[in-house]
């Protein structure tokens, strides 16, 4: 019976359509087709009819197209995260259909205060955004889409990735229990698994990214957690923003290659790396929660902002950290 529904759903999920447009550059109007535009008819390959004379037979599962096939060339349920971004796209932009109106949800994967964002964290980039959760609350699904990897692995501890439509990948991280397995497809608001501490982690929280081809994404671009809902019904993913904002580690290295730039020739203090990094307060924020997130101390909050320790902070006011 497991079968039949595993059969099933992938049969109704190959037949949405994928809802990413690609936005060519200029140069890329007149190049040779690079293979993302090819649409294979999915109907040829998705038809397995379960009747009487095969009630029992298993399709020829390298037939069955996965959600987003023609953006990934693999399927692959052993490794998190087995694609490189700067390899795959190929365009300049992307335009992302999140939800349409009578077509798919979003649902928020936990509701709680964010205890980090996505960004560098003092040794390591931090691709995700965290959650603050009890250990056993339920983690649903933010979009529609299939599980492709649902296994413990470093860092991540218990984890799951669904593949959306899309071509989005949303990582559920530090799980206590695993509640589905790859090739099972959820609706939005599905439950995945229960909160957790696994993995590299120093207390209970859902560790969540957005993934594209790889490449992690900050959550908060396209969520306003504040409210739970999307802050878009799309999202453009640029190139220019990739290499701004989200590709951390080459950042990273642009940033220490600025900053040493800058302190050799005397301009530390004018270096906008060197000046420290912006951070935005959050209802229920504290100086002592801000500074535990960035890794800092109150006192060093405090001098670098000309605060007191009773100074109010307002949700949305940024501060250096
Ligand atoms: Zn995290």
Sequence with gaps: MKKLIYILSITCIAFFNVSATTILGDDDKNKPDDGKKVKVK????TKFVINEENLGETPDTTQILFPSHDLYSTWDTSMAHPYNFNESFKVDSVVLTLIKDCDGAFSMPIKGLITSDFGWRRYRPHYGTDI????????VTAFDGMVRFAKYCQGYGNCVIIRHNNGLETVYGHLSKLMVEPGQSLTAGSILGLGGNTGRSTGPHLHFEMRYLGQA???????????GELKSNEFTLRKTDVDTKYDLRALHSRHKRDVGYARKNGKGATNKYAKGRNYKIKAGDNLAKIAKRNHTTVKALCKKNGLKLSSKLKAGQRIKV
Excluded: A, M
Aim: zero cysteines.
């Design 132 to 139: 603050d959760l009890n250990i056993g609350d339920q983690v």
């Design 42 to 45: 999915r109907d040829d390959t």
């Design 217 to 227: 994404l900050d959550t908060e671009d396209f969520i306003d957690y504040e409210k």
